[in-house]
């Protein structure tokens, strides 16, 4: 029962995680394109919106991915599956990663640009702050794809 257990927390895992991944990966393969044809006060607006209900809307995945990511570690040890175990704990690994990459530098970008759709403000650093959220985006990709392979790799050795 502990390995079901631990097999429907991982599927859950991968699911949340896949949401994060394909949001990162829509922001590399689309919206770096579309944002470089646009001035920088269209592109800080509409990322400043996009922001505003991701960050509303997405931390129920992001949190509820690293969160069953964690329990399905912690299942994996408690029942004795070492393999399964090293796997999501790679898993782990690379979620907080990217969890520290999120909150040290896109969310204080999503922050500025979100204030600056709300008031029509545009800051002058605005299309440097937009390659700086962009320049971190294969990082984001790398570490999710990472954590959801390790999370597969734990519903295979589960």
């Known amino acids: 029962m502990l390995i079901l257990t631990g097999q429907l927390v991982a599927v859950v895992a991968v699911l949340a995680n896949a949401v994060i991944y394909g949001t990162d990966i829509c922001a590399a393969a689309i919206m770096r394109s579309v944002y470089r044809k646009l001035d920088d006060a269209t592109v800080t607006v509409s990322a400043g919106w996009g922001h505003h209900y991701g960050d509303k809307r997405m931390p129920i995945f992001g949190a509820g991915g690293v969160v069953t990511a964690v329990l399905t570690l912690a299942l994996a040890l408690v029942a004795g599956q070492t393999g399964a175990a090293i796997a999501a704990g790679i898993a782990v690994a690379a979620l907080f990663t990217w969890l520290a990459l999120y909150v040290r530098i896109a969310k204080p970008i999503n922050t500025q640009q979100t204030a600056a759709a709300r008031t029509g403000i545009i800051p002058p650093n605005a299309r440097a702050l937009q390659d700086k ?26």
């Open 133 to 158: 959220w962009d320049s971190i985006l294969k990082y984001r990709i790398t570490l999710q794809f990472i954590a959801i392979a390790g999370l597969c790799a734990t519903l295979i050795l589960f």
